[in-house]
């Protein structure tokens, strides 16, 4: 009987220990693949603003909501092209879908929505402090939605960024309660998009190509309507660039390139997390504004905002190492530890 009962208590034990490591240790992303899937999405990020502007402002193209149906249109027709042709795989459409999505397309709509009020309303400097806010609203969504604690070095990293920001541009801080709310509504729904995306991506329900389709499909139609409500047909109808060959190619690069966009953004989340995403996208920004002080000589010197912009660059380069060297070191989980949290 002792026996039976010392056999049984050895299965629960190897029983426990197989759980524990089917929960802990999950097969660890690549240093390689975190580090491209980072800079593809800063890349990309960086590009498709280029292109973009190339299209609005110096072919003067009247829509941005009919540049972003374009880049809708072009990343569903990859997206049905790959899965017709079995390169890549989603799941068909069925009642389950939108739950499964959900709330993506709304924190997506949010985005769209609140995307361009802000820099209408704000100068510059006063846009990117209250942009690098998308930084700490990720901390805490990771927090409450993905019950992910950051260690303190990582919360200081984050506020030296956000910190810094805050410096680099107190001298140019001008209120508009309009310019404020845009914002900030935009960081968080750019904040709750990226932690979301990564709980979505974690339960498998769809896969990251089936997460982009479906949010593409569900917000197309939103999209249409805000295009109509704002009158910009009558005004692509009446663009006479759509001869001009050089203008269709620089309109199908940014319709290409928001597709790249988005899928950087999911893998970057994928293989990161929301944090790092968030981070990788305010860190263009930041490298920008260093470019600017050497090349197109519009960079006006202040010690404030020098200060403050490398107190920003010190929190962005210590997060990079805690993440992408310091955190990718093998954690070992030793057997005796694994035994004895089995016992209790």
């Known amino acids: 009987m002792s026996t039976k009962s010392s056999h049984d208590s050895e299965c629960d034990v190897v029983n426990i220990y197989i759980r524990k490591e089917e929960i802990t240790s999950k097969t660890p992303v690549p240093l390689l693949s975190k580090i491209l899937s980072a800079v593809l999405y800063a890349a990309s990020s960086f590009l498709i603003t280029v292109v973009n502007k190339v299209v609005l402002t110096y072919y003067r193209f009247p829509s941005a909501h009919t540049l972003g149906l374009g880049q809708m249109i072009v990343t569903l027709f990859i997206l049905s092209c790959g899965k017709t042709f079995g390169c890549l795989t989603f799941p068909d459409f069925s009642r389950t879908i939108p739950l499964k999505i959900w709330p993506l397309p709304l924190f997506y709509l949010g985005n769209l929505i609140t995307g361009l009020g802000g820099t209408q309303r704000l100068s510059l400097p006063m846009f990117t402090v209250l942009r690098r806010f998308t930084i700490l609203m990720t901390m805490i969504g990771e927090y409450i939605v993905l019950k992910v604690r950051q260690p303190c070095i990582i919360v200081v990293t984050v506020f030296a960024m956000v910190g810094g920001t805050v410096v680099a541009a107190s001298t140019d801080l001008a209120f508009d309660l309009n310019g404020y709310v845009f914002v900030l509504s935009n960081d968080f729904c750019t904040a709750a998009n990226n932690v979301y995306l990564k709980k979505k991506l974690e339960t498998r329900d769809l896969t990251k190509f089936g997460l982009l ?15 109509w409500l704002s009158g910009d047909f009558p005004k692509i109808i009446e663009y006479d660039q759509w001869t001009n060959l050089w203008f269709l190619t620089w309109f199908l690069l940014s319709c290409t390139m928001g597709f790249i966009l988005m899928y950087s953004t999911i893998i970057c989340t994928q ?27 519009d960079y006006v010197f202040s010690i404030t905002n020098f200060i403050g912009l490398n107190m920003s660059m010190l929190g962005s380069v210590v997060y990079t190492y805690l993440i992408f060297v310091q955190k990718n070191e093998p954690k070992v989980v030793h057997h005796e530890e694994v035994l004895e949290s089995g016992k209790e």
């Open 271 to 297: 293989y990161n997390s929301p944090l790092t995403t968030t981070i990788v996208g305010c860190l263009k920004n930041i490298l920008v504004t260093y470019l600017g002080m050497f090349v197109g000589g």
């Open 213 to 227: 389709f479906y949010n593409v499909l569900f917000m197309f139609a939103p999209l249409m309507y805000i295009t």
